[in-house]
């Protein structure tokens, strides 16, 4: 594959999850590959196996709270690979918790990782972006974002903003060869995700029955859709929004057990 042949993305919580398979994603394409967060032991194995593969990839440890952080990773990308072609704002912070229950500082921390960092990451590589009159800014969501979970308020409501914030900035920069779009995955096996919301097997297999495919989706075929997005096949597409949920948020609220819903129906 060289779909991505001489060009460059930047991947936020690329040491791990999804981050990381985007990544991989990337670097099979041909690419240049950055990846960002904050532990460098889980970005340094990402780059090993990006390279074990016969790709390039670097490692830049990096908050994505901090603006400073980010601005001067996005200049350390372009000085070393020449350009950034691709933004992936992927990475996140999650728990579950009741909102009554929801401290201020909780709140804070997820709106931090979130919608600041997102906003942080993506106005640092729009300086480059724009100027060299192309780019394309994939953020991860969830869906969430516009239908009601309960435990989710401070996520749901970070990842609604940063969808805000991509049809927005989709609708700013679209003259200026510069696309924003957003993937928004079902539950998708991580370990991340796994001990921030399904921890116990009851859990699990809650959010199982919520999936009309019952299942969750791996890593690949998330980073399948990122690459669809952030390659030429998506060209005219910006501003969107692309659920990868085997139906979940179309069908949870929907079936009853004689559908095959399971625990899914006892919310009604
Ligand atoms: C439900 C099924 C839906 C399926 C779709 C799922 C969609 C989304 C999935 C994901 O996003 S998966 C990604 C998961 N990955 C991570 O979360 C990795 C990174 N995580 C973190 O960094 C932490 O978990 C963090 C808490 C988000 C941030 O860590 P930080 O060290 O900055 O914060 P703390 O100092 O620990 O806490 C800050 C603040 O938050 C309160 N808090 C923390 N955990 C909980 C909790 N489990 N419940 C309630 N409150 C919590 C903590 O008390 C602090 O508040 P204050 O005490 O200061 O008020
Ligand atoms: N897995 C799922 O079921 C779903 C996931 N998503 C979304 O997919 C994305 C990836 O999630 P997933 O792979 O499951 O989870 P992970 O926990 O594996 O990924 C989160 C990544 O974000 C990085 N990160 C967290 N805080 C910061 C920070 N302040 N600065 C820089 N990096 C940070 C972490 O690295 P480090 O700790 O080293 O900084 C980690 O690599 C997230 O946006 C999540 O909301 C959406 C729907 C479903």
Same mark, same amino acid.
């Given at each position: ?6 060009? $460059? ?29 904050? #532990? ?69 921390? $997820? ?13 640092? @590589?729009?300086? $480059? ?65 796994? @001990? ?7 859990? #699990?297999?809650? =959010? ?32 969107? $929004? ?11 609220? =929907? ?14």
């Amino acid at each position: 594959m060289s779909e991505f042949a001489g060009r $460059v993305a930047v991947v936020t919580g690329g040491g791990s999850g999804i981050g990381r398979a985007i990544a991989r994603r990337y670097a099979a394409g041909g690419g240049s590959v950055a990846v960002l967060g904050r #532990r460098a032991e889980p970005l340094a194995e990402t780059v090993d196996l990006i390279g074990a593969a016969g790709g390039t990839a670097t490692a830049l440890t990096v908050d994505v709270r901090d603006f400073d952080q980010v601005s001067a990773a996005m200049t350390a990308v372009r000085d070393r690979f020449g350009r950034i072609d691709a933004l992936v704002n992927n990475a996140a912070g999650n728990f579950v918790c009741p909102g009554e229950r929801l401290s201020a500082g909780g709140w804070r921390a $997820v709106i931090d990782i979130v919608l600041n960092g997102t906003f942080h990451c993506t106005r640092a @590589a729009a300086d $480059v972006m724009l100027e060299q009159r192309s780019g394309s800014v994939l953020s991860v969501i969830a869906s969430y974002a516009w239908h009601g979970h309960p435990g989710t308020v401070h996520s749901a409501a970070a990842k609604a903003g940063v969808l805000a914030m991509t049809r927005t900035l989709a609708v700013e920069w679209a003259g200026r060869g510069v696309r924003l779009n957003c993937l928004a995955p079902g539950p998708t096996e991580t370990a991340g995700a796994g @001990a921030a919301l399904w921890g116990d097997q009851a859990s #699990r297999d809650r =959010v199982l029955a919520s999936v009309p495919q019952r299942r969750m989706a791996g890593t690949d075929e998330i980073a399948g859709t990122a690459a669809f997005l952030l390659g030429d096949g998506s060209a005219y597409i910006t501003g969107e $929004v692309l659920t990868v949920d085997g139906g979940q948020w179309l069908g949870k609220q =929907v079936y009853g057990p004689e559908l095959g819903a399971g625990e899914a129906a006892d919310a009604r």
